[in-house]
């Protein structure tokens, strides 16, 4: 069965810590993504990566950065965390005609 | 720009009644995809549905249909016999493909059904 996992469901966090978020698939997909959702915005993509060591901004990339050290491992760093960055994030991958999604992360920043 | 757009908010509708959401979309590519996810109360989004650009058949699975007209850039969603467990966010997608890069989706807002026993 197809997985992406993230490595938790529900964070809380303080303003100012160093925050990492992981992701990791199982199907040996190139692409991987990691988007942000907030009520009435929908889902925002916020770096993609198309290979190891490889990264693309995407619409809303300020205050994060990422990290894809291993193929089936995508990681998303928040260098200092702060209350506008409180948000469910969607970590999703790409094989084939379908994008599979994680079942995300609520993170909140105090 | 790629845009998507889901007018609808939210919807509310008794259970066996029939629903559309409706999907807008703008792009100058020739060739992309157009996705629909459905988002449950858990959260977690599942695929429904790829359909490219050069086909517009009509498709059908099961209680679920999807209307796609280039004419209008629409690509419909409908819910024949809506059933409680129908209720989530679903977001319709499209693909673009940036140059020199990869696929990537643009997500519409979303559009909330609620089905009421």
């Known amino acids: 069965d197809v997985k992406v996992t993230q490595s938790s469901r529900y964070l809380v966090k303080r303003t100012g810590e160093k925050v990492f978020l992981e992701c990791v698939q199982d199907?040996?997909?190139?692409?991987m993504f990691w988007y942000r959702q907030d009520p009435g915005l929908g889902l925002r993509l916020i770096y993609f990566?198309?290979?190891?060591?490889?990264?693309e901004k995407g619409d809303i990339p300020e205050g994060y950065s990422v990290s894809r050290e291993k193929k089936e491992r995508f990681s998303l760093i928040l260098e200092s965390a702060s209350t506008n960055q409180t948000s469910m994030y969607l970590c999703?991958?790409?094989?084939?005609?379908?994008?599979?999604f994680g079942p995300g992360t609520r993170l909140t920043v105090l | 720009a790629q845009k998507v757009t889901q007018a609808q908010t939210e919807i509310s509708v008794v259970e066996k009644e029939d629903v559309t959401l409706d999907c807008v979309y703008e792009?100058?590519?020739?060739?992309?995809?157009l996705f629909w996810y459905k988002q449950p109360p858990s959260g977690e989004l599942v695929f429904l549905i790829r359909?490219?650009?050069?086909?517009?058949q009509n498709e059908i699975s099961g209680r679920y249909s999807w209307n796609f007209q280039k004419s209008t850039s629409s690509f419909n969603f409908t819910i024949t016999a809506s059933q409680v467990v129908d209720s989530a966010v679903y977001f319709c997608?499209?693909?673009?493909?940036?140059?020199?890069?990869?696929?990537?989706?643009?997500f519409g807002k979303g559009t909330k059904l609620t089905v009421n026993p």
């Open positions: 999703a991958s790409t094989g084939g005609n379908e994008q599979f």
């Open positions: 199907m040996d997909h190139e692409n």
């Open positions: 990566s198309y290979d190891v060591k490889m990264k």
């Open positions: 792009t100058r590519d020739t060739t992309y995809y």
């Open positions: 359909r490219n650009s050069f086909d517009e």
């Open positions: 997608a499209l693909s673009e493909f940036p140059q020199g890069g990869s696929e990537k989706l643009v």
